[in-house]
């Protein structure tokens, strides 16, 4: 049973600092490219940060500078540093694997993240 699980989110002023975790299992996590997105209310899903084959890192432009992601293959699991948040930062993150080979993708069940003015 494949599950990513995050943790980290909560309620910071702006200016603040969260680091959002997404633990894997049942996949073969150096198999899976990972992903962060987020979803604010009333907004499409977007991306946020990538990790292509491990090495490739792609940030939105709006989060460039301010969100670092990484990922430590020995936990499975990915994390996404985000500093000097602001109140347009918040919205519901998710994280995303998605295999290499086959394209099949799981998704996360979310973590709220609310940045407070």
């Given amino acids: 049973q494949?599950?990513?699980?995050e943790s980290g989110g909560g309620?910071?002023?702006a200016g603040g600092s969260l680091r959002l975790s997404c633990a894997?299992?049942?996949?073969?996590?150096?198999?899976?490219?990972?992903?962060?997105?987020?979803q604010a209310p009333g907004?499409?899903?977007e991306l946020v940060a990538v990790i292509i084959s491990g090495t490739n890192y792609n940030?939105?432009?709006s989060v460039k500078g301010r969100f670092t992601m990484s990922r430590d293959n020995s936990k499975n699991t990915v994390f996404l540093q985000?500093?000097?948040?602001?109140?347009?930062?918040?919205?519901?993150?998710?994280?995303?694997?998605e295999h290499r080979r086959s394209f099949q993708q799981y998704w996360g069940q979310g973590t709220q993240v609310t940045v407070s003015s």
């Fill in 11 to 13: 309620l910071v002023q």
């Fill in 24 to 38: 894997t299992s049942g996949i073969i996590f150096s198999l899976h490219d990972m992903g962060w997105y987020r």
């Fill in 82 to 97: 985000m500093n000097s948040l602001k109140p347009e930062d918040t919205a519901v993150y998710y994280c995303k694997a």
């Fill in 59 to 61: 940030y939105a432009d």
């Fill in 43 to 45: 907004k499409e899903r």
């Fill in 2 to 5: 494949v599950q990513l699980v």
